[in-house]
């Protein structure tokens, strides 16, 4: 049987459609979902590890930044999502081991289940206040705060400064007028301002108001010695025993997804986080690389978080309406 011109034509044709079909049978791009605005921290260095994360997949990586209700929006979003690898969650520890207490609400009870992929990096507060209130020392605060009210602002009921502030207080015996803001920022600037009279804070916003002598740093609030303050004691060198507080960021997936993908992703993202391009970047925050420690004992650290902020939040009855 012989072929026409135009019979060869066509085959080619079809040949030709079909490479595109293989071509266009690429990898589905990954969502990183983070659960705030762009711009902040949070959303900067996710950014950076969702770049890193892509060169490492050979993958492409797309972050979307689903912000509202103190970031409950964004985090039910994915722990409602198909646990097909395709759909990622990039977010601070509080809405994973805070949140799920404070709201209720369609997809708070998938939270919880949700698998930790990859934690990013750690950090903790600086305790600061306005140097017009005259006190040097955390001593000194708190013998102050037994005899006059004090104030503290934070971002809201809920945030992550209000949870230090609260832990703070119940060690150290305290009753303090909590004065909530609309974002970290603000909050920090009223104490600026003279309007508030203590914050915890991250450490990237306050290091430099530290340094021009607009705020005092009077404590951080981790295990050790934050290495841009190294002449700013920890709260438990300060006598307050109980008074450690970290938070960190971490990379989780939908319940359900399949051990093979997480192990792929884990080991892509152990070693963004071992890069020194990533370690820069998130120095430059006030952050510090997080434990080395596998997937399986972070899982375990983060019911043990969640139980003692359950524990915590029920005592302090705070809630979010």
Same mark, same amino acid.
């Given at each position: ?5 135009? $019979? ?5 044709? *079809?040949?030709?459609?079909?490479? !595109? ?22 959303? @900067? ?14 993958? =492409?990586? !797309?972050? #979307? ?9 964004? /985090? ?10 395709? /759909? ?20 708070? #009870?998938?939270?919880?289940?949700? =698998? +930790? ?13 306005? +140097?017009?209130? *005259? ?11 037994? =005899?006059?009210?004090? /104030? ?7 945030? $992550? $400064? ?33 309007? !508030? ?7 990237? &916003? ?23 303050? +190294?002449?700013?004691? =920890? ?21 359900? /997804? ?18 020194? #391009?990533?370690? %820069?970047? @998130?120095?430059?925050? %006030?952050?510090?690389?997080? &434990? ?9 650290? @983060? ?19």
């Amino acid at each position: 049987m012989s072929l026409s011109r135009r $019979n060869v034509m066509e085959a080619a044709t *079809g040949l030709g459609l079909l490479g !595109v079909g293989v071509a266009e049978a690429q990898p589905q791009a990954i969502s990183m979902v983070v659960p705030y605005a762009p711009g902040g921290g949070t959303d @900067i260095v996710g950014r950076s590890f969702a770049q890193l994360f892509a060169r490492e997949l050979n993958r =492409t990586v !797309v972050v #979307e930044n689903r912000s509202g209700a103190a970031g409950h929006i964004g /985090t039910s979003a994915v722990a409602r999502a198909r646990p097909d690898g395709n /759909t990622l969650l990039y977010c601070v520890s509080t809405h994973i081991v805070v949140n799920p207490h404070l709201q209720r609400g369609p997809g708070t #009870e998938l939270i919880s289940s949700m =698998t +930790p992929v990859v934690q990013a990096a750690s950090y903790q507060y600086v305790l600061a206040v306005d +140097p017009d209130l *005259g006190v040097a020392s955390v001593a000194d605060l708190i013998a102050l705060a037994r =005899t006059r009210s004090l /104030t503290y602002s934070t971002a809201g009921v809920g945030s $992550n $400064n209000h949870l230090a502030a609260v832990v703070f207080a119940d060690a150290a015996g305290l009753q303090m007028e909590h004065v909530p803001y609309r974002g970290s920022l603000p909050a920090l600037l009223d104490v600026v301002a003279h309007n !508030v009279q203590l914050i915890f804070s991250s450490p990237a &916003p306050a290091i430099p108001l530290v340094r021009d002598g607009k705020l005092r740093a009077l404590a951080v609030t981790g295990a050790h010695r934050l290495a841009a303050l +190294p002449e700013v004691p =920890t709260l438990r060198e300060a006598g307050l025993q109980g008074a450690v507080i970290n938070g960190w960021h971490a990379v989780f997936a939908p319940g359900g /997804t399949s051990p093979d993908i997480l192990a792929i992703y884990e080991a892509a993202g152990r070693r963004v986080v071992a890069m020194e #391009e990533f370690g %820069g970047r @998130i120095a430059v925050e %006030g952050m510090e690389p997080p &434990p080395d420690r596998s997937m399986e004992a972070f899982a375990s650290a @983060i019911r043990e978080e969640s139980a003692f902020w359950g524990r915590k939040l029920a005592e302090m009855q705070i809630r979010m309406e």
